[in-house]
């Protein structure tokens, strides 16, 4: 198997480096240095702590949510990964009151400002009420049922980012997109969108999921979505920061199940996951340990 081009990048500085200082070394220093600086490049794409959401939509009732809860609550999970469910907004005081605390909880989406006469909206205030400290902002959902502009999300991106409200920000190309060989184009003005909104890095997580892989059953191979993670990984580099480009989390979704999220994790630039249908199940363990 090849390596990806993550790791080629790495091999690149490391020998660039130790390079620079060849002139002054020893052999046996200088491969003490290429183990070191090589070492130090492993670690910085490691020290992104492995992220696992659970994306519930319109799911559920107390009864089958108190069952999959007592699942949670009571299995065996990677202490190294970060889980947070995401519950329908009017479960999200019930889900937060019986969840295990090493579980955090999102609302699946929330209004750009504090209050006012919007209804059926929630705020992020009302959100941080119930104990809640993340949201889902841009689902394909969102963007292609209910009609909201990258210029809308972007706005509640920077609202929830102000009231100290974690986000899970969705970006993510359809069929047709990916087809007419688009797909960079359309995730990078997305992210772009967001990335003007964000002031603190610290609390963003971004989840690419891939439209056409939604709910579908098709699943983008590990190559495909490992392909979109690193180009995304460098448009921040570029765009942002080399700090933000190595810190920030970025997650896949599209019918991750716990059949093909092994390989799925293991691609250098994947992150975690945005779970849909399989967070329901039993399997969302699996799914949750399978970066350990």
Not at 131 to 147: A, C, K, T
Not at 157 to 166: F, R, T
Not at 200 to 215: N, Q, S
Not at 227 to 240: I, Q, S, Y
Request: hydrophobic share 40%.
């Amino acid at each position: 198997m090849l390596p990806s081009a993550s790791s080629l990048n790495i091999y690149k500085l490391t020998f660039s480096i130790v390079g620079f200082l060849s002139s002054s070394l020893a052999g046996a220093d200088i491969l003490q240095s290429v183990c070191l600086v090589r070492s130090v490049c492993l670690a910085i794409m490691s020290s992104r702590k492995f992220f696992v959401g659970g994306n519930w939509k319109m799911n559920g009732d107390k009864e089958s949510l108190g069952e999959l809860i007592m699942t949670l609550n009571t299995a065996s999970l990677n202490d190294e990964t970060e889980v947070v469910c995401g519950a329908p907004s009017i479960y999200l005081d019930y889900v937060r009151s019986k969840l295990d605390q090493r579980i955090g909880v999102a609302a699946q989406n929330c209004y750009k400002v504090p209050k006012g006469a919007f209804t059926g909206e929630i705020s992020p205030a009302m959100i941080k009420d119930c104990s809640v400290d993340w949201v889902i902002l841009g689902h394909s959902e969102r963007r292609h049922v209910f009609g909201e502009s990258d210029e809308l999300i972007g706005q509640k991106v920077a609202h929830c980012l102000e009231n100290d409200l974690g986000v899970i920000a969705c970006i993510g190309e359809k069929l047709e997109e990916r087809e007419a060989g688009t797909t960079e184009d359309v995730v990078f003005e997305q992210t772009k969108v967001i990335a003007d909104n964000v002031k603190d890095w610290t609390r963003v997580v971004i989840a690419y999921e891939p439209v056409w892989a939604i709910g579908t059953g098709k699943t983008a191979t590990p190559d495909q979505a490992q392909e979109v993670h690193e180009k995304l990984r460098g448009w921040l580099r570029a765009n942002v920061s080399d700090a933000v480009a190595d810190s920030v989390r970025i997650i896949y979704g599209g019918s991750v199940t716990g059949g093909n999220c092994k390989e799925l994790a293991a691609q250098p630039d994947i992150d975690g996951f945005l779970v849909g249908g399989a967070s329901l199940k039993p399997e969302f363990v699996d799914i949750i340990n399978a970066h350990a």
